[in-house]
């Protein structure tokens, strides 16, 4: 059974207006999902972040700066990591027809429990696609930086990167779905696993830890983000009647952030 993630994302409660759609803005502020839910995914994923400014720290150290610039960049990726996956800024607006009917999903507390419902809603079709700046414009600013200086340090394993990318890429793009309510989901753990077992086939060396970390950001961005959106973009116009799609838009605890992380330590393990 397939473990599902969603790399790009509807957002939560709180984006929405029934009359007009989505709020017209060029940011939007939006939490990934319930703040219990998100509070209680943060708690099991405690152990990960305690080690996260270590492997952020040793994949720094691949840049060139010193141990000291390492370490300031490995606390400050994790740490700003939270608060900037609840920042979107939109880059495209489509319009696709009419109003329509939706269901809109709100909470409601029961003894200190939050219980969806699903009330009617008026809506534009109108698609929104963002960027989310904690699930995918950090980690791939990040990315950028290590390929810049694999290619000024060794070309050959700029090449092996790059050939890492391809793979994770295609993997990804193959195994990714187009759904409804949900967005493009693919296996959450196979994107890391298939970077990390190709860096270690490519004979990635002492190079096999950043290069996975890169074919699991940067694959799963363009096989599924970018390659499976624009394949299936028409179900969304026609079918699906989605209105905004955030890149990275689970942010801390999902997406391209974290297969980024799982990819390093997978690649340490083999």
């Known amino acids: 059974m397939f473990i599902i993630k969603s790399i790009l994302r509807f957002p939560a409660q709180g984006v929405f207006n029934g009359e007009d759609g989505i709020l017209n803005s060029r940011i939007i502020i939006s939490m990934p999902i319930h703040p219990v ?3 209680f995914y943060g708690f099991l994923l405690f152990p990960l972040f ?13 840049l060139g700066i010193s141990s000291t610039m390492a370490a300031v960049v490995g606390m400050l990726v994790p740490a700003l990591s939270f608060p900037l996956s609840l920042v979107n800024i939109v880059i495209k607006r489509i319009e696709t027809s009419e109003a329509f009917y ?6 409601i507390s029961f003894m200190g429990i939050p ?9 534009k079709r109108e698609i929104v696609i963002a960027l989310n700046l904690g699930g995918a414009v ?5 990315s950028s930086l290590l390929l810049i200086s694999m290619f000024l340090s060794s070309k050959m394993v700029f090449l092996k990167a790059l050939a890492d990318i391809v793979v994770t890429s295609i993997v990804t793009y193959l195994t990714s779905r187009a759904m409804p309510g949900v967005g493009i ?8 696993i298939t970077s990390s077992i190709a860096g270690a086939i490519l004979g990635g060396g002492n190079y096999i830890f950043p290069i996975a970390y890169l074919g699991g950001v940067l694959g799963s961005l363009i096989g599924a983000d970018i390659l499976r959106l624009a394949k299936d973009f028409e179900k969304f116009k026609t079918q699906f009647g989605s209105v905004f799609l955030s890149i990275g838009g689970a942010g801390t605890f999902d997406g391209i952030f974290l297969s980024g992380i799982f990819a390093a330590i997978f690649a340490a393990i083999l």
């Open 37 to 39: 839910l998100f509070a």
């Open 50 to 62: 305690i080690f996260s400014p270590a492997i952020f720290a040793s994949l720094s150290s691949y």
């Open 102 to 107: 939706a269901l809109e999903s709100k909470y």
């Open 115 to 123: 219980i969806p419902v699903f009330v009617p809603v008026v809506q």
């Open 138 to 142: 950090l980690p791939v600013a990040l």
């Open 185 to 192: 989901v693919t296996p959450s753990f196979l994107p890391p």
